[in-house]
């Protein structure tokens, strides 16, 4: 009994540890993205603002979206980066790139907060909020779990192949091809959110600037 409660133990510190290594991996990335606005030089400041008033007058006007585009490409991204995370997981030495596409995305996250607050100052926070949340959250989360299950994943399939551990591999797949479809589910469902409604929302913002 004993014995059983110190593996179940060992087990959930190996989790904890996982969790909080790809956790301080996203907060690093958000972080960095936020700061990054104010060491870029001038004139590439006023692209990123450009490209950012740009996108809102876009919004604005709504005349100018083609929705079913938008959701294609929504949709091919936020899969693609879903499928590609799962796949690094069977391929036993995608664990740098894991940890690189996870850093990249809330990199992006951070940057995209700081450049909307940058461009329209206090009425940019709310700007930020409504184009990150929740879908750019939910799908950050979701690189966050995928990312801890391919990792996991990953470490048995290599106990499996190369340190002959017995390991219920079969069992295993099964739990990683579940995790596939749910992320899948999830990020379908927020890709037809960032479309359709988180536009609507940033739209109503936009009638709060001159």
């Known amino acids: 009994m004993n014995r059983k409660l110190n593996v179940a133990k060992n087990e959930y510190l190996k989790q904890k540890k996982f969790y909080v290594f790809l956790l301080t991996f996203i907060l690093v990335g958000i972080i960095s993205g936020i700061i990054f606005i104010f060491f870029i030089n001038e004139s590439d400041k006023i692209n990123v603002i450009n490209e950012i008033k740009s996108f809102f007058n876009l919004v604005k006007t709504s005349d100018g979206i083609n929705y079913s585009k938008s959701l294609v490409n929504s949709l091919l991204v936020n899969i693609g980066y879903v499928v590609l995370i799962w796949l690094l997981g069977i391929s036993i030495i995608g664990l740098p790139l894991i940890i690189i596409i996870l850093f990249m995305k809330s990199f992006i996250f951070g940057f995209s907060i700081s450049s909307i607050i940058t461009c329209y100052g206090f009425k940019g926070v709310l700007g ?11 799908v950050l989360i979701i690189y966050l779990l995928l990312s801890f299950y391919s990792m996991a994943f990953c470490f048995k399939l290599f106990s499996y192949l190369f340190l002959k551990k017995n390991i219920n591999f ?11 479809i749910i992320s899948l589910v999830i990020v379908i469902c927020v890709s037809f959110y ?5 536009t609507y929302f940033i739209k109503l913002f936009t009638l709060l600037l001159k």
């Not at 079969?170 to 596939?180: F, G, H, P």
């Open 194 to 198: 960032e479309v359709f409604l988180s």
């Open 170 to 180: 079969r069992s295993a797949m099964k739990k990683y091809v579940k995790i596939l």
């Open 128 to 138: 930020a909020f409504l184009y990150t949340f929740p879908h750019q959250v939910i």
